[in-house]
DNA sequence: AAATAATGGTTGCTTTTGTAACTATCAAGC
DNA sequence: GCTTGATAGTTACAAAAGCAACCATTATTT
């Protein structure tokens, strides 16, 4: 494991590093959506949005957390098979579809939601107040996200 | 897209920040191996490992870079039908091969890690040094990386 | 020394994702 | 009103990843 004469080390690399970071963070987090419900990543995205932002349409939900449209297609027909959704053809507008919480998908979101933010605090624990909320914008920043108003 | 009652947004979940900005970074820089070489993002991580650190197994790539074994494997198959290595059956144990890069792989590794610092030296200047440093270190932390000691 | 366990690596099968083509509906131009 | 083009969503096919079973070899146990 001798290290070359080469000074740049992967470590350095940004986008190396951003990986690891959240294929580790999300690892345990999925454990949670996934034992519990059976939810896939998209799909617990899918659930929280709807929780979180009232109905939606796929493409709105598509739109707002940046996942194609064949993710949300095949998560939306997840969900609405586990009876967590259900779709409403808008009136107006005949290609789009309404997506609603059920209640079992309101009462898994709230779950999550809650299981999300403990995991948050915990994570929040290792960083200072300041470089939490450092780590936060930036990683706002390198997404592309509209700062967050707070 | 009224806002719930509720206090807790995606904006500020950790783990959901970070697959934003692990991909929105990793896109751009995939788009470069891919088209001067056809790489995979594992192909990328195995060339350049053993251009740093010198021939190792296949095993000791997948320790240091947190990668499955079957996704080396194919990676590594992959690079040897490029010419970009070869393996050589170790002496005291054979089941290990040992990895090495030849002329070609080292060139296309040269150039992909002059991109790559390139492309990091960019993303840096969007913060000053001190944010800089210190989100290479929360990310450090994060992926539970041993801290570098520079 | 034989049996068992552990390690390095590959392969086959299944699940998931990505890409592109497709249907259906709506909007705009002429 | 018809043609063209855009949008919402689904589906089919291909690429990639995950998982488990599988050799071959080395280490360990008895």
Redesign the interface.
Known sequence: ????N?H???????????????????LR?SAIYRERYGLLRTEW?VL??L????D?SAS?IGAM??IHKTKISRAVSALERKHFLKRTASAKDRRREILSLLPAGQAACADL?AA??A??RE??R??TPE?WS???R????????PP?KE
Not at 1 to 4: F, I, N, P
């Open positions: 494991m001798v290290e070359k080469d740049f080390d992967l470590r350095e690399f940004l986008p190396y590093l951003l990986n690891l970071a959240a294929e580790e963070t999300s987090f995205r929280f949005h929780g979180r932002y009232g939606l709105e957390a940046k939601t999300a933010e995991y948050n994570l929040a290792q960083f470089e450092l780590l936060l930036s990683l706002e920043r390198l997404a592309h996200l967050s």
